[in-house]
Antibody
Framework: EVQLLESGGGLLQPGGSLRLSCAAS????????MTWVRQAPGKGLDWVST????????HSADSVKGRFTVSRDNSKNTLYLQMNSLRAEDTAVYYC??????????????WGQGTLVTVSS | DIQMTQSPSSLSASVGDRVTMTCQAN??????LNWYQQKPGKAPKLLIY???KLETGVPSRFSGGGSGTDFTLTISSLEPEDIATYYC?????????FGGGTKVGIK
């Protein structure tokens, strides 16, 4: 059974840093690109970052470029999102998603349950 | 960035009704369009990929159509468990972008 378990969310002040983790199980992690998508309270879905299966290629939204870094440790079956210089508008539930086989930009075949990040003073 | 526009933003229908919602891209995205279902408090779930292909395990009452810039998601006979918000997403270009969603309710 495919499982994605996000962790690391919390409440922090503007300008702070946080690292999200997504522990994957139930599939061969090294074969799939992975993606972070966020959803602000009461709003729609917003793509954040994607990383290739090997980790060699990444893309991120302009809104987070230079502040967020996506990475993965294939030996630990874990996806990460390092978030720096956080702003109030980064407040959202952050989902990790397993891309479809062979897909890089999508579709997202399976999603974790999400972790809430709240940025507030 | 490619903009995705969904309509209507919300709808109410009766159980058993045929429901259709649309998604329009502001440029040609060929067939690279996905549909996701998100129930309240839950993570999104992939329903349709490549505009018209049904994801494994998704009920056959769901169908997708279209290509280029205009796409549809149809529920042939609405069930109570279909109450959710439906999002389209293009993945033809970086950044992949989502529509604003269509919220489906029961009359």
């Amino acid at each position: 059974e495919v499982q994605l378990l996000e962790s690391g969310g919390g409440l922090l002040q503007p300008g702070g840093s946080l690292r999200l983790s997504c522990a994957a199980s139930g599939f061969t992690f090294t074969k799939y690109a992975m993606t972070w998508v966020r959803q602000a309270p009461g709003k729609g879905l917003d793509w954040v970052s994607t990383i290739s299966s090997s980790g060699a290629t990444t893309h991120s939204a302009d809104s987070v470029k230079g502040r967020f870094t996506v990475s993965r440790d294939n030996s630990k079956n874990t996806l990460y999102l390092q978030m720096n210089s956080l702003r109030a508008e980064d407040t959202a539930v952050y989902y990790c998603a397993k891309n479809w086989a062979g897909g890089y930009l999508g579709p997202y075949a399976f999603w974790g349950q999400g972790t809430l990040v709240t940025v507030s003073s | 960035d490619i903009q995705m526009t969904q309509s209507p933003s919300s709808l109410s229908a009766s159980v058993g009704d045929r429901v259709t919602m649309t998604c329009q891209a502001n440029q040609d995205i060929k067939k690279y369009l996905n549909w996701y279902q998100q129930k309240p408090g839950k993570a999104p779930k992939l329903l349709i990929y490549d505009a018209s292909k049904l994801e494994t395990g998704v009920p056959s009452r769901f169908s997708g159509g279209g290509s280029g810039t205009d796409f549809t998601l149809t529920i042939s006979s609405l069930e109570p468990e279909d109450i959710a918000t439906y999002y389209c997403q293009q993945y033809d270009n970086v950044p992949p972008t989502f529509g604003g969603g269509t919220k489906v309710g029961i009359k």
